[in-house]
């Protein structure tokens, strides 16, 4: 029997990420044995403080891609959104599986949507992309800092901390939970490549990608790059307040929508480019498109 050692950061949305990847693998390769190796990043060690104080999101990636690295392990399942703009040299992202839903949802106790929150109402989050977009969209609000896992941030609401949160849908899928939740599509662009996973491995493992080839998605792999080739553009990093959305249609034609704004929100900036995306070339370059549009339209 064959072993693929999976690196895996502890947390139920992780697992659950990294299982479904392991029982896709499995699935694939008979006689493939996908083994578990948790580990506990800095961006989970640290919950007190906001992700931009600690130094972004690119922390819970750190100590997986140095057990890469170090090969101690094999793969890595990514959050994709949690990726800085650029990988380690020596490792590379493999595959890219199917996106799920890329939108946020707002999640109050009675399943209200934005327009229907009590004015001053606070809001959980610990993203300063979604507080701007919310603060655009209803001025009267109140963002507070909200950090942990799924499971924390709902209790937190249903103890009446605060009187909505806001997740990512893909995570609440993922974890396949019930939840009173409003989607956030057309308030609020995503974070870059939000909804889809990034397999990673070590450039010279040609074992581990040939094994995960099979999982990766075409068309999510060309939304993911124009949307990553912003960050790169811009020199941003994870807590960056940014966002990208790509859509890809059937001819090839693509539109990527895009935010940007200053780190105290004084400066926003909205743009878009849409054009013909044949292959990981082109999508870049519509995404450095719109990152110049973005920083023009930021002054």
Avoid: W
């Avoid at 199917?98 to 934005?114: A, H, K, Q, S």
């Avoid at 057309?186 to 889809?196: E, K």
């Avoid at 040609?206 to 068309?219: F, G, I, Q, Y």
């Amino acid at each position: 029997m064959t072993t693929l050692r999976l690196a895996t950061r502890k947390s139920a949305l992780a697992l659950a990420q990294s299982r479904m990847v392991a029982r896709a693998l499995e699935s694939l390769h008979p006689g493939l044995s996908v083994e578990e190796v948790q580990l506990t990043t800095q961006g989970d060690r640290v919950q007190d403080r906001s992700l931009a104080a600690i130094g972004g999101k690119g922390l819970f990636v750190k100590e997986i891609e140095e057990a890469l690295l170090e090969g101690r392990a094999d793969l890595a399942v990514h959050s994709m959104k949690d990726l800085p703009a650029t990988v380690p040299e020596g490792l590379t992202v493999c595959a890219v599986p199917n996106r799920e839903d890329p939108f946020d949802l707002l999640v109050t106790r009675d399943g209200r949507g934005l327009d229907a929150l009590a004015p001053g109402a606070t809001v959980g989050t610990s993203s300063r992309r979604r507080e701007l977009l919310l603060l655009e969209a209803r001025p009267d609000l109140t963002c507070a800092l909200l950090r942990g896992n799924v499971d924390t941030r709902l209790r937190r609401l249903e103890e009446g901390a605060y009187d909505a949160i806001v997740l990512a849908a893909a995570g609440v899928r993922r974890l396949g939970l019930s939840v009173r939740g409003v989607s956030l599509e057309g308030a609020l662009l995503p974070a870059i490549a939000q909804g889809a996973l990034a397999l990673e491995a070590r450039e010279d493992d040609a074992r581990t990608r040939m094994l995960v080839a099979p999982l990766d998605d075409p068309r999510t792999r060309l939304e993911t790059h124009a949307e990553r080739a912003v960050l790169r553009a811009l020199g941003g990093s994870c807590v960056t307040p940014v966002a990208a959305y790509a859509r890809l249609a059937g001819d090839g034609a693509m539109r990527i929508d895009g935010f940007l704004a200053t780190e105290d929100g004084s400066r926003r900036g909205r743009a878009y480019r849409s054009g013909k995306v044949v292959a990981v070339a082109s999508a870049e370059a519509l995404g450095r498109s719109l990152a110049e549009g973005l920083a023009a339209a930021l002054g």
